[in-house]
């Protein structure tokens, strides 16, 4: 970074620090923060993002893949929702964030029966249910993280300020892609409760 975004990247955090947990510096807040303020630098890149991305899906992967088939099915602390929800939930919002970049109108044809389901009044999970086409257990684990490979990849290449259609406000693609990252490392760590296991965190 050149002397002008240090300037940002440092203010950004200062004025920020108050998320953080006193004394915890192991506290993901810290690790989140630290993004944030790195995506305020105006040369930063995008594909940093995209690898932070896959990291965090990849330790899931790695966690689920030698799991019994059974396992998928164990409640979480999250409203009750088993490991196959969890993951179900993220497989397809990484879709989504995967077809915002190449396709404002194939984004919205997708959004349309979830809107639709939502204000039916029917609850997050029965809405995506229907798309996922009960894919369920390793099948379902499998094609998560392909798409999250996928995923990664193509926010590797994208212009990082470029505007991209969502379920709420537009965003940017950096954005975007870290939005994937934080649902995937919190939804992932009541995985990892569950198991008892504590998770790598890397820079």
Do not use: C
């Amino acid at each position: 970074m050149n002397n002008k975004n240090l300037d940002i990247f440092y203010n950004f955090y200062r004025s920020n620090q108050h998320l953080l947990k006193k004394g915890d510096i192991s506290w993901p807040a810290e690790k989140i923060l630290y993004q944030l303020s790195y995506e305020h630098a105006e040369d930063s890149i995008i594909s940093k993002q995209a690898e932070d991305f896959l990291e965090e899906s990849r330790q899931l992967f790695n966690l689920l893949k030698g799991r019994a088939e059974k396992d998928f099915l164990i409640k979480t602390q999250f409203k009750d929702w088993t490991i196959d929800d969890v993951i179900g939930h993220l497989h397809i919002f990484n879709f989504a964030a995967n077809l915002s970049l190449k396709s404002s109108d194939d984004f919205q044809t997708f959004l349309a029966p979830f809107s639709e389901a939502l204000k039916k009044g029917n609850g997050l999970l029965e809405s995506q249910r229907p798309w996922l086409k009960g894919l369920s257990g390793h099948a379902l684990l499998e094609a998560w993280w392909e798409e999250a490979q996928s995923t990664s990849n193509n926010y590797k290449n994208a212009d990082p300020k470029s505007r991209l259609n969502w379920v709420g406000p537009n965003m940017s693609a950096r954005s975007s892609i870290t939005a994937r990252q934080m649902e995937t490392w919190s939804h992932g760590q009541e995985i990892f409760d569950i198991f008892g296991k504590i998770r790598v965190e890397s820079d």
